[in-house]
């Protein structure tokens, strides 16, 4: 007897993607509960029983429809019982990609947490209400956006069907934000920003296109989402692999195996490469690309793999591989960067630390607060006399006890970024950005 086919059944097999990340951000009460939970529902990403338990509660509550910020209340009842969340991570998938949303606390005194959503971002949705537009909680979340490098902004103006749907309202908030983005006293460039003309409580141009809004021309924000070639991003550039571990089994089998175990950061790796071994400066050629999968010959950003050198190398845990020809990193002990500190004890020159720049870990001190940033303008001190304490962002100048590789963050976001440790617990201090 046939069996009945699902719809997903009957749909093409999807190429095969890395997922894609996203930093949710809003201001209180700008429907970015309902947002996540319309994206959840319309994508058909919840489960029947839980969709059942939201329109149960919403019932109970006497609400006129289905309340959809209620697929998210069990974190907030979480926090009622005295349990701390820094970020709230959801999974879903749809036939064309899989997602990963990092949902932040939007207050002042949660920007370390807008910085861990942000940091490892390919794109940021900010959520906006259309009736208050551009107001201080939204400037630092797009300040924070803008100086963690996210490639891609995708502002979601919220609540359109409480304006009538009209056309100037929205453009009025579109032209604030892209003047204020592009004001900011940042590197690198601007980043894509994307605007959505939205009501997530209706559903309006979140998952499917609405006759309410005929001047919107653009696609939808899951089909945006769906669509963003964060592949191709992190091909471009110069080739970077971080060797996180040394393989030497000594066996009768494998007398003579030596590989460097990691993952290439960002450009290609490719058989018969010459390559530069930092920081020692070391000289070698690409002899094989081992997966377990079978033997590469070109290896590209994100693929983890063993990579064979020609001749016997002193490389170690921590060390870069770049190739020759392209750009290389710069060998610096000095360091200049900005600086997200998050923890809460108080960052102080002088003090030392552990900086830890991929899988390579060295001692550092802080040797000069340059200014302090003002997070909701993007505005900063000419100096700052005191230290640096939680959720305060810096430009720093860091001294290494070795010389590290980096690049510049704005060039090279997997190499361009570090971690401060305390040297005795290890508790991560602060999220460093390099500058020069």
């Not at 797009?142 to 490639?151: D, E, K, P």
């Amino acid at each position: 007897m046939a069996t009945e086919q699902s719809t997903t059944d009957l749909l093409p097999p999807a190429p095969r993607r890395r997922a894609l990340r996203c930093a949710t951000a809003g201001s209180v009460d700008d429907g970015k509960s309902t947002l996540l939970g319309r994206l959840l529902l319309d994508a058909k990403a919840i489960m029947t029983d839980q969709l059942e338990h939201v329109e149960e509660a919403s019932r109970r509550r006497g609400y006129a429809r289905t309340d959809l910020a209620l697929v998210t209340d069990g974190l907030r009842a979480e926090r009622e019982q005295g349990i701390t969340i820094d970020v709230a991570w959801r999974y879903f998938a749809t036939p064309a990609r899989r997602f990963v949303l990092a949902d932040a606390p939007g207050h002042v005194q949660y920007t370390r947490n807008m910085v861990t959503a942000a940091s490892r971002a390919d794109v940021a949705i900010v959520l906006v209400d259309v009736r208050h537009g551009l107001v201080e909680q939204t400037r630092r979340h797009l300040f924070v956006t803008r100086l963690l490098g996210v490639a891609a902004i995708a502002v979601v103006v919220n609540k359109m069907d409480h304006v009538g749907y009209a056309y100037d309202v929205f453009a009025k908030v579109r032209e604030d934000i892209s003047s204020y983005l592009a004001a900011l006293p940042l590197p690198g460039p601007i980043p894509e920003v994307t605007f959505f003309p939205v009501s997530a409580l209706v559903g309006d141009n979140v998952v499917e296109r609405s006759s309410a809004t005929p001047w919107y021309d653009g696609p939808t924000l899951l089909s945006y989402l769906e669509g963003l070639d964060v592949e191709e991003r992190a091909s471009r550039g110069p080739a970077r692999f971080a060797v996180q571990w040394v393989i030497r089994p000594q066996n009768e089998t494998h007398p003579d195996y030596r590989g460097y175990a990691g993952r290439v950061l960002s450009g290609a790796l490719r058989k018969g490469d010459a390559v530069t071994v930092w920081p020692a400066g070391l000289h070698s050629t690409i002899v094989r690309l081992e997966t377990f999968d079978g033997d590469l010959a070109l290896a590209p950003a994100g693929t983890a793999l063993t990579v064979h050198l020609a001749g016997d190398h002193d490389v170690g845990r921590g060390d870069l591989i770049s190739v020759d020809g392209e750009a290389q990193p710069t060998l610096s002990r000095e360091i200049e960067a900005d600086l997200a500190w998050v923890h809460p004890s108080q960052a102080n020159v002088g003090v030392p630390y552990l900086l830890k720049h991929g899988t390579r870990e060295v001692r550092a001190v802080l040797g000069a607060i340059v200014h302090v940033y003002d997070v909701a303008t993007g505005a900063h001190t000419s100096g700052a006399s005191g230290g640096l304490t939680m959720n305060g962002i810096a430009r720093v100048q860091l001294r290494t006890a070795d010389p590290v590789p980096v690049d510049a963050f704005a060039t090279r976001r997997e190499t361009g970024s570090f971690l401060l440790l305390d040297p005795a617990s290890g508790a991560t201090l602060a999220a460093g950005m390099v500058r020069s």
